[in-house]
C-alpha cells in the first residue's frame, strides 16, 4: 500500500478517516490528529481509524476522536474499518474478528455491491448497566431513570456502557439546538469520570425510535452505531421497545438486535467517499 494512503468512508453521514500504522511515516500527535479531522486545515471527519498490529483478534484498531482524545468503541467506525479490511485486500473472508479498547467484537459482510463491502453487521458486545463499570460517580449499583439538573431543567439518564459510556434521555420531541447546548454539559458532567456519549431520544413505536447524538470528543453528529445500541439497550429495559428495532438518526437508520444475553447486534450500510495520499506539505 501506498506510504500515507487514506479512506475517507461514512456510516449513515458519520464519517471517518482510515488509515494503516504500517504505511504512514508520520507519529500521528494529538495535534495532527486534530489537524486531520478540520475541514479547513485537513481531510475533515468525525475521527480517525487506525489499523494497528492485532492483538486478541484477527486485527487491531484504534479509534481516535477529531479533539484528540481515543474512544474505547464505535460501531460505525467498526463498520467503516471492517469495509476497509475487506475492500483493500486485507481479508477475503466475510467475517472476522477486530479488537479495540473496548473489547474484541466480530464483523459480518452481509452484502457487496460492485465487489465492495456495503452492508455490514457488526456484534458489538454486551450492554452493562452497572453504574462502577460505564464508568459513572453514583451511590447506587446501576444509575437509570435517575434525576440530573443540567442548564436549569430536569432531564431523567439513564446510563449504560457498550464496550463505551453513554447517557439515553428520553424525550416527548427533539430538538437539534437543545441537545446542541446541554451535550457538552452531560458529557463533561463530573459524575462521569471518563465523559460521556449522550443520546436524546424518542420513542415512535415498539419497532421504530428517532435519536440524535452527542458523541464524546466529537460533538453533535448525524449518526452513531454504539449510541444506537445504548439507546436500544435502554429502551428494551424499560419495556418500551421490541428487541430488534430500526434507530433514526439524522443521516439515517440502523438496525439494532439484542437477544436474552444483552448481546447487541447492529446492522447498517457504509459507503467510501474518497481515496488518496496525504500531502507532503499536510504537517511542514
Known amino acids: 500500500m501506498e506510504t500515507n494512503f487514506f479512506v475517507k468512508t461514512h456510516g449513515l453521514g458519520n464519517e471517518y478517516i482510515v488509515l494503516d500504522q504500517a ?12 489537524q486531520l479531522c478540520n475541514i479547513h486545515v485537513g481531510i475533515g471527519s468525525d475521527g480517525i481509524l487506525l489499523k494497528v498490529p492485532a492483538g486478541k483478534a484477527d486485527f487491531g484498531l484504534r479509534i481516535l476522536n477529531p479533539d484528540g482524545s481515543e474512544a474505547e468503541k464505535s460501531g460505525n467506525g467498526l463498520r467503516i474499518f471492517a469495509k476497509y479490511l475487506y475492500d483493500f485486500g486485507f481479508t477475503n473472508q466475510r467475517q472476522f474478528t477486530i479488537d479495540t479498547l473496548g473489547g474484541v467484537v466480530t464483523a459480518h459482510v452481509l452484502e457487496l455491491v460492485n465487489g465492495k463491502a456495503f452492508m455490514i453487521r457488526v456484534d458489538i458486545g454486551r450492554a452493562n448497566f452497572k453504574a462502577a463499570e460505564i464508568p459513572v460517580r453514583f451511590s447506587k449499583e446501576e444509575c437509570f431513570d435517575e434525576p440530573l439538573s443540567i442548564d436549569g431543567n430536569e432531564y431523567r439518564i439513564h446510563c449504560v456502557a457498550v464496550g463505551n459510556p453513554h447517557c439515553v434521555v428520553l424525550r416527548d420531541q427533539l430538538d437539534v439546538a437543545e441537545i446542541k447546548r446541554v451535550g457538552t454539559l452531560i458529557e463533561n458532567h463530573p459524575m462521569f469520570p471518563n465523559r460521556i ?3 436524546f431520544v424518542k420513542v415512535i413505536s415498539r419497532d421504530v425510535v428517532e435519536a440524535l447524538i452527542w458523541e464524546r470528543g466529537a460533538g453533535f453528529t448525524q449518526a452513531s452505531g ?34 436474552e444475553s444483552w448481546d447487541i447486534h447492529l446492522t447498517g450500510e457504509v459507503r467510501e467517499i474518497a481515496s488518496g495520499v496525504l500531502s507532503k506539505e499536510l504537517f511542514w
Not at 504505511?23 to 486534530?34: C, G, W
Not at 429502551?235 to 438496525?255: C, D, F, Q, S, W
Open 23 to 34: 504505511s504512514i511515516n508520520f507519529e500521528l500527535t494529538k495535534d495532527r490528529i486534530i
Open 197 to 199: 456519549n449522550v443520546q
Open 226 to 259: 454504539s449510541s444506537s445500541s445504548a439507546v436500544a439497550a435502554v429502551l428494551v429495559k424499560k419495556g418500551l421497545t421490541n428487541r430488534a428495532i430500526a434507530v433514526k438518526m439524522p443521516g439515517g437508520a440502523l438496525k439494532i438486535e439484542i437477544d
